[in-house]
């Protein structure tokens, strides 16, 4: 199983940014992908997640009408649209999956994970 994450930059606030997460080695079907993110000396914190059975979706409040997690299935991608990013949004951002399609919010509850990529927005 294998998670690469792409889309991360540097930005200036009020940009918009689209992260990608690429899954292979298993059946994306049955999987729930969520985005996470880690800010300097933070906890890492749950963003938003899909289930890409059936599309339910969960957003964090800080992130809520800002941010749109979509899913692919064909090409087993899973994507967060970032709008309208404050200083505040800037972390590593990571992408999870955890073979259940129910989503879940919490780091434990993902089982494979991606390296990260760095989403830095100036203000």
């Known amino acids: 199983v294998q998670l690469v994450e792409s889309g991360g930059g540097l930005v200036q606030t009020g940009a918009s940014l689209t992260l990608s997460c690429a899954a292979s080695?298993?059946?994306?079907?049955?999987?729930?992908i969520g985005w996470f993110r880690q800010a300097p000396g933070k906890e890492r914190e749950g963003v938003s997640c899909i289930s890409s059975s059936d599309g339910v979706t969960y957003y964090a409040d800080s992130v809520k009408g800002r941010f749109t997690i979509s899913s692919d299935n064909a090409k087993n991608t899973v994507y967060l649209q970032m709008n309208s990013l404050k200083p505040e949004d800037t972390a590593v951002y990571y992408c999870?999956?955890?073979?259940?399609?129910?989503?879940?919010?919490?780091?434990?509850?993902?089982?494979?994970w991606g390296q990260g990529t760095q989403v830095t927005v100036s203000s």
């Open positions: 999870a999956g955890r073979p259940y399609s129910i989503i879940a919010t919490m780091t434990y509850e993902y089982d494979y």
């Open positions: 080695g298993f059946t994306f079907d049955d999987y729930a």
